[in-house]
């Protein structure tokens, strides 16, 4: 009997669109923004279109809508590249990350340290179609965004900072919109947070053997078998905050209905969750983008 062929957890996959379409200088600049791998620019979108819907109580003007999608896009790429630059010598080593274009010697740091200006510089151009205020806020992120690469050096909960930074355009939504960012929206982004902790150690199990062989630190580490039962607490923790944060801001019954469906697809995904199984793993990370999209259609409807 032949043994089970273990999965190809690389989160590059070789001959994509990127190898077939692209001219080959170009190609490394593509997978630094992550631009071959868009699910975290919808997990980053996804939340900000659902503050910018509660803040508006409505349908957002359509400028709004453009600078904080770009600006989500911008950000989530720069944070990559960022990430990339700082964990060069241990992607060659993890199986997920082994084909990065600073792992895989492709282009060198000089080369991804340009390239992060650029993206830093066309995101600081949104700021000029922002109020003051929401440039304040804005520039607050910055220190979240390059600690993060950082963390799983030093501490468990790298999670924790990743999800204070990626749902960070959240409370800028209702700075923007409302000149002010009210309990019940900072309610809102920590509930973000805690679902960003719960599916991104799903995502981090993937890694979890490499990482504790290159001695750094997450909360799947720091879980260890207990890890179901833990990021089952932070989904719930998740709805909670959700369903109280959105009676704060004035969301209508429907909201409601919104978030025990979520609360269904998130109970779903940790009774599938399979700690010793990777590539499903992955694919119930994914389904958080789906996750994403009942979050800004419940705040759709919680508007009516």
Known sequence: MNAPTRPDLSDIKL???VDRRLPPALRPYTRLARLDRPVG???TLFPCWAALIQASHGFPGILQLIVFSLGALLMRS???TTNDIADRKFDGHVERTRFRPLASGQIGVPQAALFLAAELAL???LLLFLSPLTRLVAICVLP???VYPFC???THWPQAVLGAAFNWGMLMAWSEVMGKIPAGAFLMWLGAIAWQIGYDTVYAYVDERDDRRLGLKSTA???GEHGKACIGLFYAVTVAAWSIGGWMVGMSFPYAIGMLVIAAHLGWQTWRLDLER???NYRLFLANILTGVLLAAAASAGTL
């Open 144 to 146: 979240l965004v390059f």
């Open 78 to 80: 720069a944070g990559s």
């Open 41 to 43: 620019i919808w997990l």
């Open 221 to 223: 580490i720091l879980f």
């Open 152 to 154: 799983k050096r030093f």
């Open 278 to 280: 990777p590539d499903l």
């Open 123 to 125: 995101a600081a151009s």
């Open 15 to 17: 001959g994509d669109w």
